[in-house]
């Protein structure tokens, strides 16, 4: 049975098929137009053809379409079975995932969410500030970075 005979067995065409079917479809016409032309090299060869190499390779490809004329009979059979379920898998691929529903934050939340912020200070004006940390310890982190690398640049000089 050919890939042809099963297709219209499940009474699609190659127009009704999905896209991957179609480039399996491509693939093994593509190799029955390199099947037919190393044919014609063989009935009509030129000069420069090795008749015993086109035959080996008429070979090779003869096992890859017959490889490929299963794998299709194959996928043709699956995509039968599953042909419904792919269409309601597309009709519902227009549509989208559904968005997450936002809970609206407890009130058990809510006080753990205002322990975990920052301490704020209100000014004497009633606006809140927050508390800016302090840089003084990168500050000193680099100045003794800084002596540790001229001290060692120092040592190295007099060696």
């Given at each position: 049975?050919?890939?042809?005979?099963?297709?219209?067995?499940?009474?699609?065409?190659?127009?009704?098929?999905?896209?991957?079917?179609?480039?399996?479809?491509?693939?093994?016409?593509?190799?029955?137009?390199?099947?037919?032309?190393?044919?014609?090299?063989?009935?009509?060869?030129?000069?420069?053809?090795?008749?015993?190499?086109?035959?080996?390779?008429?070979?090779?490809i003869q096992e890859a379409m017959d490889s490929a004329n299963k794998q299709l009979i194959r996928a043709i059979e699956i995509y039968d079975k599953n042909k419904e379920t792919y269409a309601e898998l597309s009709k519902n691929l227009g549509k989208g995932r559904p968005r997450k529903v936002?809970?609206?934050?407890?009130?058990?939340?809510?006080?753990?969410?205002?322990?975990?912020?920052?301490?704020?200070?209100?000014?004497?004006?009633?606006?809140?500030?927050?508390?800016?940390?302090?840089?003084?310890?990168?500050?000193?982190?680099?100045?003794?970075?800084?002596?540790?690398?001229?001290?060692?640049?120092?040592?190295?000089?007099?060696?």
């Amino acid at each position: 049975m050919t890939w042809r005979e099963k297709l219209a067995e499940c009474g699609l065409t190659q127009e009704t098929v999905s896209n991957g079917l179609r480039s399996k479809i491509k693939d093994f016409l593509t190799l029955e137009q390199g099947y037919s032309e190393v044919q014609n090299s063989i009935d009509n060869p030129d000069m420069n053809d090795d008749v015993d190499e086109l035959e080996s390779d008429l070979e090779d490809i003869q096992e890859a379409m017959d490889s490929a004329n299963k794998q299709l009979i194959r996928a043709i059979e699956i995509y039968d079975k599953n042909k419904e379920t792919y269409a309601e898998l597309s009709k519902n691929l227009g549509k989208g995932r559904p968005r997450k529903v936002t809970q609206e934050p407890t009130p058990n939340n809510v006080s753990s969410q205002q322990q975990t912020q920052q301490p704020t200070q209100q000014a004497a004006n009633g606006v809140v500030v927050e508390k800016k940390k302090s840089s003084i310890g990168w500050l000193f982190f680099a100045g003794f970075a800084a002596v540790v690398t001229i001290g060692a640049v120092n040592l190295f000089k007099e060696k």
